[in-house]
C-alpha cells in the first residue's frame, strides 16, 4: 500500500529540513561564536568582580554611613527621575507616533542630543543654565531668592541631571511603543464622536502599558548609572549629594578598590 500524500509531503519536508539544518551548522557556529563572546565578556566582568571581593567587603561598606545615605539618595532620585521622565515621555512620545508637524525633526534632533553628547558636557551644560546671568540675574539666584530652592550642589540638582539623560530614553521607548500600536482602534473612536484627548486616555494609552513599563524601568536604570552630569552639576559631597556612581568614585579616589567594587556590585 503507498504511503498517503499528507504524510509523504511531511515526510519529504522533515529530510529537507534536516538536510538544511545539517549543512547550515557553520552559519549558527559563526553567529553564536559572535554573539557569545560578548556575552563571556559581560559575564567574565561580572565574574571578576565578584571574586576580587568578598562578603566582608560588602558588609563593610553597607556598614558606613556615607554608603548607607548614598543607597538612599540613589532609590528616591532615581525613582523620581523616572516618574518625571515618563510623565514627559508619554505625551511625548505619543505626538511624535500620531501627528507630522512642522519643526517635527528638530524636536527629535533635540530628544538625541543627551543620548550622543558626553556625559560630562550635560552637567556642564545644565551648570551653565543654572548660573548664566540674563537680565543681572542667574536662575539659580532667581530661584533661590523667590523659592528659597538651592539646585545646583543639592539633592535636587541630582535628579535633574538624571532626569535630563534618562528622559531622552523614555522618550524614545514611549514613541517606539505607539509606533507599534495599532492607530485604527482611535480612528473608529473619532469617528463616534470621542474627543482626542478621550481617545487616548481610553483607547491608546490603555494599549501601551507594556512600554510605559519598560521606558519606566529604562529610565530608572538609565539614572542609576549616571555619573558625569552629576558630578559636574551635584557634585560629590558625602551625606549630601552622594549617588552610588559618585560612592564608587569616591572609594578610588582613596584607593579603597574593594569598597569601590563591593559598591558597584549594589
Known amino acids: 500500500m503507498s504511503e498517503p500524500p499528507a504524510r509523504a509531503v511531511r515526510s519529504a519536508t522533515t529530510v529537507a529540513a534536516a538536510h538544511r539544518a545539517g549543512s547550515d551548522w557553520p552559519f549558527f557556529l559563526a553567529m553564536g561564536a559572535l554573539g557569545g563572546s560578548y556575552v563571556l565578556l559581560i559575564v567574565g566582568l561580572l565574574a571578576a568582580d565578584i571574586a576580587y571581593t568578598s562578603p566582608r567587603h560588602f558588609a563593610a561598606a553597607l556598614a558606613k554611613p556615607e554608603i548607607q545615605y548614598a543607597v538612599r539618595l540613589t532609590l528616591i532620585t532615581c525613582t523620581i527621575s523616572a516618574l518625571l521622565s515618563i510623565w514627559v515621555a508619554t505625551p511625548l512620545g505619543y505626538l511624535l507616533s500620531r501627528f507630522h508637524f512642522r519643526g517635527r525633526w528638530l524636536i527629535d534632533t533635540a530628544i538625541d542630543i543627551p543620548v550622543v553628547l558626553p556625559p560630562l558636557v550635560i552637567g556642564l551644560s545644565l551648570l551653565i543654565l543654572f548660573h548664566l546671568p540674563l537680565g543681572g540675574t542667574s536662575l539659580e539666584e532667581f530661584l533661590q531668592r523667590r523659592l528659597g530652592v538651592r539646585v545646583t550642589y543639592a539633592e535636587p540638582a541630582v535628579v535633574l541631571a538624571q532626569f535630563a ?3 531622552a530614553f523614555a522618550v524614545q521607548t514611549m514613541r517606539v511603543t505607539f509606533d507599534q500600536i495599532d492607530v485604527r482602534p482611535e480612528i473608529v473612536a473619532l469617528t463616534l464622536g470621542c474627543r482626542r484627548s478621550q481617545a487616548f486616555f481610553e483607547v491608546a494609552l490603555p494599549q501601551a502599558w507594556r512600554g510605559i513599563v519598560a521606558a519606566t524601568t529604562i529610565a530608572w ?27 564608587v568614585f569616591l572609594e578610588l579616589s582613596i584607593g579603597n578598590i574593594e569598597a569601590a567594587v563591593a559598591v558597584s556590585l549594589l
Not at 552629576?230 to 551625606?239: C, K, N, P, Q, Y
Open 165 to 167: 539623560v534618562a528622559c
Open 221 to 247: 536604570a538609565r539614572s542609576l548609572g549616571e555619573f558625569g552630569p552629576i558630578l559636574v552639576f551635584s557634585g560629590a559631597t558625602r551625606m549630601r549629594t552622594e549617588v552610588l556612581p559618585t560612592s
